[in-house]
């Protein structure tokens, strides 16, 4: 009875995310909040806030009170301006660098491109491992 039934792209991305969640750490910081409404879409939002609230972790009224991300949360600095500010070439480096931005531009509710220009200062860009900087993900 069971032949041809088969998970959508979507049902298994949905259900990986929520494999992926750790319920007692999720959703507690307005940081990790921000990047959750930007990294997520919004069936997977409900999807992610309904689990958790099944299994006894419901944070979806402190999610919804934390601000959304200015410019529906995308990144406010592009490669082509991250590469001339930092003179880098197209490549992995300027990637993670540029990730990174988004990642802080997010968790820190900046709205304008010289703020987030201004973080590059916070890390070590030129000599650090890029693989070491976190990306724009949740969770």
């Known amino acids: ?8 792209n979507a049902e ?5 995310l929520l494999m992926d969640i750790e319920p007692e750490t999720s959703l507690i910081s307005i940081e990790e909040v921000r990047r ?3 990294a997520i879409n919004p069936s997977q ?3 992610v806030l309904d689990y958790l609230e099944v299994i006894g972790h419901d944070r979806r009224e402190y999610v919804d009170a934390v601000e959304r991300p200015a410019n529906e949360g995308r990144a406010l600095i592009d490669g082509r301006v991250l590469g ?3 003179r880098l070439e197209p490549g992995v480096r300027l990637g993670r660098l540029k990730d990174f931005l988004h990642r802080m531009q997010i968790e820190r509710g900046l ?7 201004g973080l590059i200062s916070e890390i070590d860009w030129e000599n650090e491992d890029p693989s070491s900087w976190p990306k724009m993900t949740w969770p």
């Not at 009875?1 to 959508?8: D, I, M, Q, V, W």
């Not at 709205?111 to 220009?117: A, H, Q, R």
Request: proline share 0%.
């Open 1 to 8: 009875a069971r032949e041809g039934l088969k998970a959508t």
């Open 36 to 38: 959750f409404h930007a």
């Open 12 to 16: 298994v991305q949905s259900l990986e």
């Open 84 to 86: 001339e500010e930092t």
């Open 45 to 47: 939002k409900e999807d």
């Open 111 to 117: 709205s304008n491109s010289s703020e987030v220009l």
